[in-house]
């Protein structure tokens, strides 16, 4: 996977606690998360140009399908939290340390 560059250690542990299964996601994690890849793009995180376009696709798609989860979500559950939290976790591919990502 390609080098990430180092986060603020508040940003670090944002992510951290997003990842964390024991975490319960709240919305505001959703969209900082979505925020957070947002401005990576806009910005052209080097991390991303290292990607492969196959896996670009894969970080777009999960991209969307966090965003339209959260646009679908009426209450909180265990196994959407679940499925949300995969997708945000894809969507940040690249974009985040080994160490603070979970491989799928």
Known sequence: MPESRTHSPETAARIKQITDPRHILCREDMLWVLHY???KVAQGEPALLELSKPRIL???QYFGDAALLLLS???SGQAQDEQ???CL???MH???PP???DEP
């Open 94 to 96: 690249g974009l985040i």
């Open 84 to 86: 949300i939290r995969a």
């Open 73 to 75: 979500r009426i209450t």
């Open 99 to 101: 160490d603070d990502e």
């Open 37 to 39: 890849v947002q401005q």
């Open 89 to 91: 976790q894809e969507a």
């Open 58 to 60: 894969q970080n777009f």
